[in-house]
């Protein structure tokens, strides 16, 4: 075993001399490309390419080069041993690869090969570092070979105690990437093609945020162009759990990925308005799609026509009336973008004054058409038929006008709803409105009515059971021409708007034949939660199967209470007797409360966002996605009965311990 040792130990080190002379000859080839003889643009996007190459070098973590090992003995790579690792390192470009990217397609017999199937893979072998390891060759402090050509020993990841310990290790700071412990399910989820929308059904702790930014980390090696031309896009619940999974993909050699939250990709104005639960819900409503529509589409008049007379300063031509009108009904009846359809109009009718020009006279010349075209008299005629129109100038006159918002909703909201969305003090006018979260919506809404917006090749959204129909439409502009990776889990939907099915979901998000796949095995929360938490889920009437776990560790211990602060500080007293991070998370309305009790008992929490803190007070409402180590229960009654939906918001905070669990309650527990 020390000779193993070893040998791999120099292995390693030749490795970290061949990445840094990587490092060296990309810094160099950004000033050799200068002198390059080539047109200015040529040389511009050399130098872009070359100078993003040597950044994304530079800017490469500090880390263990590789974490596993592939020794061939039969098939197409016969003979032959692969280092698998979270990038490509080699000698020189033509040179065999010291270390093999886990994206690869060799790599993918280190996750998928087993007994039963070896895929010509004599021996695995799996590399053990020590914890927060920066890559120093010292650092590797075990090896554990599976053989799995001859069936034993080990013979898949369930007798890998290297693998137990990885991903049992205690959790402090931003979430890591899962590239040496992801299962076979997972892999299958991950190397999904690039025109494959997913969906991932995935209990807590089955690393359905991982398998989702993995995925993203697998099309980006496979498809660099594409998805660099178009974007890819990671769409978060909000900045918490962006900071926390920052990580990830610099991790796996990806950097400049948008990662970003819903508001912030679709937001126009900051959020200076609040709506009550009524408005706010009716606003996320689906029916809405069609009342903007309407109210958008009734500024194309064809009433109110008269004839349009263009003169170019020799003759003067005219369009009758009746032709204008039925140019401006046919362009209503395509359905083009509300911006396409004003320039359709603009064109055909263009095209009447052109005929009777040739008939006249005979073609005319390009500059004569584009002059009347961008006349005045031109502009005046569309300016009545199909004026120019901005989102907030439609939202605003359907919030503050009723008979407008009556003629746009007829059939689609009752009385009392429509009175629901009207503003109870209107502006004077768009300029000066206090948007809300949810007009925010509704302006994309009109946005992507006037002029689609710019898609990108692939987005990741996470979280997405939370997501309202509008706010999957707002999505789904943004994914006409490319695919999703949909992950999330309806016993954790909290907001009023939550679907109650995936079908429901992916028809919103224009991928009704997206696949979806559930993970029910759970690498992260211990058996122990996971028991406590499937009876809860058993009254939170959401059709999804109980969730199982990897683990046969951790702790529940309940603690009842006529003392809240104080069994709540005793309780995080004993947390800090073990290694990881301790999350306390309460109803948002006594965090303060719990804060205080802390801070007096001279135990100094911080807030949610600063991920490295040994222990972080954590409204409920905002700890959806993050993982402690041990987690403080907080009353959770009061947790439950703090919204609409507060037993799956509970079901959230109980499953968010990764080792141990503490529930401190004075109330009667609701599960």
């Not at 200068?34 to 643009?41: Q, R, T």
């Not at 003995?73 to 690792?85: C, L």
């Not at 697998?218 to 498809?223: E, G, I, S």
């Not at 819903?262 to 809405?288: N, S, Y």
């Amino acid at each position: 075993m020390q000779q193993e040792l070893d040998r791999e130990r120099a292995y390693h080190d030749a490795c970290r001399a061949a990445l840094a002379r990587m490092v060296e000859g990309a810094v160099e080839h950004v000033v050799t490309g200068e002198d390059v003889s080539a047109s200015g643009a040529d040389a511009e996007v050399l130098g872009y390419r070359l100078r993003s190459r040597a950044k994304e070098m530079r800017e490469l973590p500090e880390g263990p080069l590789f974490f596993g090992k592939l020794d061939f003995g039969t098939g197409e790579h016969a003979g032959q041993s692969y280092r698998i690792g979270r990038l490509r390192i080699s000698e020189e470009p033509t040179a065999p690869p010291l270390v093999v990217d886990w994206r690869a397609p060799v790599s993918r017999a280190f996750y998928q090969a087993g007994p039963d199937d070896p895929q010509g893979v004599a021996v695995r072998r799996r590399f053990g570092w020590a914890p927060g390891s920066r890559g120093d060759s010292a650092d590797l402090t075990g090896l554990e070979d599976e053989h799995l050509s001859s069936g034993g020993p080990g013979g898949g990841s369930s007798g890998s105690a290297i693998l137990t310990r990885e991903i049992e290790r205690p959790r402090v700071g931003p979430m890591r990437d899962i590239a040496a412990t992801i299962q076979p399910d997972q892999d299958d989820l991950v190397r999904a093609g690039l025109a494959d929308s997913v969906c991932v059904q995935g209990a807590p702790g089955t690393g359905k945020t991982a398998v989702g930014l993995h995925r993203a980390a697998y099309l980006l090696y496979t498809h660099p162009q594409r998805i660099r031309r178009s974007g890819l896009l990671i769409l978060g619940p909000n900045r918490t759990f962006l900071s926390y999974i920052s990580e990830v993909l610099p991790a796996l050699g990806e950097t400049g990925v948008r990662q970003r939250t819903l508001p912030e990709e679709i937001g126009r104005h900051p959020v200076t308005g609040t709506d009550p639960h009524r408005t706010a819900a009716l606003k996320h409503d689906p029916r809405m799609a069609e009342v903007l529509r309407r109210a958008l589409y009734a500024h194309v008049r064809t009433d109110a026509v008269t004839p349009l007379s263009l003169s170019d300063g020799t003759y003067t031509w005219r369009v009758s009336a009746a032709v204008l009108a039925r140019i401006v009904e046919g362009v209503r009846e395509e359905e083009p973008p509300y911006a396409v359809g004003r320039e359709r109009v603009r064109g055909r009718a263009m095209r009447a004054v052109q005929l009777q020009a040739e008939r006249r006279a005979g073609p005319q010349p390009g500059a004569w058409t584009r002059r009347l075209e961008r006349s005045r008299a031109m502009s005046a005629c569309l300016d009545t038929v199909w004026p120019k129109v901005r989102p907030e100038e439609v939202l605003a006159g359907l919030l503050t006008d009723g008979a407008a918002l009556a003629t746009a909703a007829e059939g689609l909201l009752t009385p009392g709803e429509q009175r629901d969305l009207l503003w109870t003090r209107p502006p004077r006018s768009y300029r000066s409105a206090r948007w809300s979260a949810a007009d925010l919506v509704l302006l994309d809404e009109l946005a992507g009515l006037v002029e689609h917006p710019e898609g990108y090749g692939h987005i990741v959204v996470d979280e997405a059971q939370d997501l309202s129909p509008m706010e999957c439409r707002a999505i789904a502009r943004r994914a006409v021409f490319g695919s999703l990776t949909v992950l999330g889990d309806l016993a954790q939907a909290t907001t009023p708007w939550s679907a109650r099915s995936w079908d429901s979901v992916l028809g919103h998000l224009g991928k009704p034949e997206a696949a979806v796949v559930p993970l029910t095995t759970g690498f992260r929360v211990p058996a122990a939660v996971v028991d406590l938490t499937n009876r809860l889920l058993r009254r939170l009437g959401t059709d999804v199967p109980p969730a199982r776990s990897y683990r046969g560790d951790g702790e529940v211990t309940i603690r009842p209470t006529r003392d809240v602060p104080a069994t709540t500080v005793s309780a995080v007293r004993e947390a800090l007797s073990h290694a990881g991070s301790v999350g306390v998370v309460a109803a948002d309305a006594q965090v303060t409360a719990v804060r205080e009790a802390l801070t007096a008992a001279g135990i100094e929490p911080a807030g949610p966002d600063e991920l490295g803190a040994r222990v972080a007070v954590v409204p409920a409402s905002v700890v959806k996605g993050l993982e402690y180590d041990h987690v403080v229960a907080v009353e959770p009654a009061a947790v439950a009965e703090g919204e609409e939906r507060g037993l799956h918001r509970l079901y959230v905070v109980l499953t968010r311990a990764v080792s141990r669990l503490d529930v401190v309650h004075a109330r009667p527990l609701p599960f």
